[in-house]
């Protein structure tokens, strides 16, 4: 977990999403934020995830596969805007095409992880 940060420069981007980061982590490590199970299953083992990175605190707790699906879908559909935002079901083969990037880059950020 503690791969924050590599040689690479940051994006102001990924900056704002490190930094939203934190500030959240601060929050939930006062008590000020808890914990959920993810939204999606009720898993407990949860990562969080944060829809706009201009505000920390509102935070969406969900599972690995839960998040990463929430990831493809934003990516997926940055074409057309934001308006998927509520869907988080992706179709399987879909899911297995993320895997896939995932084994093969290491590169790839969640925020909240
Ligand atoms: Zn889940
Ligand atoms: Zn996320």
Redesign the pocket.
Known sequence: MRIFRKNNKMTPDQKKKDSCRSYANVYLSRGKLVKEHCQVCGEKKV?????DYNKPLEI?W?CREH?LK??VEHYNGGKNGKSKKKKIFITVPFFKYLGSIFKNNNSIK????
């Open positions: 990562e969080m995830h944060h829809e969406k969900l998040h929430i990831h969640l925020c909240g992880v």
